[in-house]
C-alpha cells in the first residue's frame, strides 16, 4: 500500500491547483498574495494532491480580518505580540482519503507542522455550519474570538457565517489523546458501516437465487 507524501508546494501550478481544490470543496477562494506569503503543505497520494493546508507564521492574519474592531480593543489576547501568533487555513482533505487512518494522517502531520513554527498561539478559522471542523478543532481546546457574520469584503468569496477561534502549540500537544481516540471511534464506525453493506449484500444475492 502507497503512503501519503507530504511536501511544500513551491511551483505556481502546485499552488493554484491547491487553490481550485479549496475553493470548489469549501466555496472559499484564497488569494494568490496570500498564498504566496504563506507555506502550503500538500498531501500526494500515487502522485496525485489529495490534501492541504496553509500555514501563516507572520502578520498580517486573513482570520484577524473578520474579527470586529470593538472586540479587538477590548479582548485581551490582542494585547499580544502579533509575531508570537500563526494562523491556519484552507485545510482541505479530498474525497479520495476514504480510511480514517489515512485523513486523520493529514492531521497528525499538521499538528507537528504547527508544533514546528514554535509559535505560541494558534489562530484558526472555520464556516461555523461544518461541525466535522468544529469536531475537530475543539479537540485543541480553543477560546473563541468571534462568531458570527463574515463581514465580507468587495470581490471576497468566504463564507457568510464564521468562528475564529484561538489555541496555543501546547493545548494542541497535549490534546493529542483525543485524536487516537477519534481515530478508533471512526475506525469502528466505517467498520461497522462495511458489515452493514455485506449483509444487506447477501440478503439480495439470496432474495434473487430464490426467485
Known sequence: ??????????????????LDKVEYFSGV?????????????????????????MLVTKPNFRSLLFVPDSIKSSDVFFKNDSFEMMEVNGLWIGPSLKTPRMQMRVWMQLIKDIFLCKKHF?????????????????????????AGP?????????????????????????????????????????????????????VKVRSIEAT
Not at 31 to 53: C, E, H, M, P, W
Request: glycine share 4%; hydrophobic share 35%; proline share 1%.
Open 150 to 202: 463574515s463581514r465580507r469584503m468587495a470581490g471576497d468569496k468566504t463564507h457568510n457565517e464564521i468562528e475564529v477561534s484561538v489555541t496555543t502549540r501546547w493545548k494542541i500537544i497535549l490534546n493529542m489523546h483525543k485524536y487516537s481516540l477519534e481515530l478508533l471511534r471512526r475506525q469502528r464506525k466505517a467498520h461497522a458501516n462495511s458489515k452493514y453493506r455485506e449483509s444487506n449484500q447477501s
Open 1 to 18: 500500500m502507497e503512503k501519503l507524501e507530504f511536501r511544500q508546494l513551491q511551483t505556481s501550478a502546485d499552488r493554484d491547483e491547491y
Open 29 to 53: 477562494r484564497l488569494s494568490t498574495t496570500y498564498a504566496d506569503q504563506s507555506k502550503i503543505v500538500g498531501a500526494f497520494y500515487k502522485n496525485r494532491l489529495v490534501a492541504g493546508y
Open 122 to 146: 494558534v489562530l484558526l478559522m472555520r464556516d461555523a455550519r461544518n461541525r466535522t471542523m468544529e469536531k475537530f478543532m475543539g479537540m485543541a481546546n480553543p477560546v473563541n474570538l468571534y
